[in-house]
């Protein structure tokens, strides 16, 4: 006589293995997904905030030259008396600093205000130039403003440099 053998409800040992094993290798890929998508958005937005800090470093430093302010500096300082100068969004300010420390950060001080304003960081080599007409200078100090101020630096090796026109 043959014995039907019944077959009990539910799961054999092997069957839950590859289960988990499947379940736990989705779980790992949305992991990495979302650690991509997090370290993306880091990324990004490191790199707004650069550049707002470079379009507000750029206005700051643009309207200052162009204020037609008297200008005293050398490579790694800039001093304007605007006490003279014609400029809208700096009216009231009698004198504005923008300086490069030694960690190459650029600095911004109006009125010798203290704190001085952070303006941009992580600057390889950077410094300010002046040109007359027809030379670079590495110091300004005169009653005309120079025609041209450069302020120039690295960025991963490669030059920048903003160029501000004086009145």
């Known amino acids: 006589m ?3 053998l019944q077959k009990e409800p539910g799961f054999t040992l092997i069957e839950l293995v590859m289960a988990l094993s499947i379940f736990s ?11 991509q998508t997090a370290q993306s958005k880091l990324r990004v937005s490191e790199s707004v ?3 707002n800090e470079l379009r507000s ?16 500096g050398h490579r790694y300082r ?4 605007l ?10 300010s009698k004198h504005i600093v923008f300086e490069i420390d030694e960690d190459q950060a650029l600095w911004a001080s109006l009125d010798n205000d203290q704190p001085s304003s952070l303006l941009l960081s992580a600057l390889d080599q950077a410094e300010f130039r002046y040109l007359d007409g027809e030379q670079i200078h590495a110091s300004w100090d005169s009653a005309q403003s120079p025609a041209l101020i450069e302020l120039s630096w690295f960025d991963d090796g490669e030059p920048q440099a903003w160029r501000f026109a004086g009145r």
């Open 2 to 4: 043959k014995t039907h």
């Open 25 to 35: 290798l989705i779980l790992l890929i949305a992991y990495q997904a979302l650690v």
């Open 49 to 51: 905030n650069q550049q």
């Open 57 to 72: 470093a750029y206005r700051v430093l643009g309207d200052a030259f162009e204020a037609g302010a008297k200008l005293t």
């Open 78 to 81: 800039v001093e304007l008396d």
């Open 83 to 92: 006490t003279m100068a014609d400029s809208r969004w700096l009216a009231g």
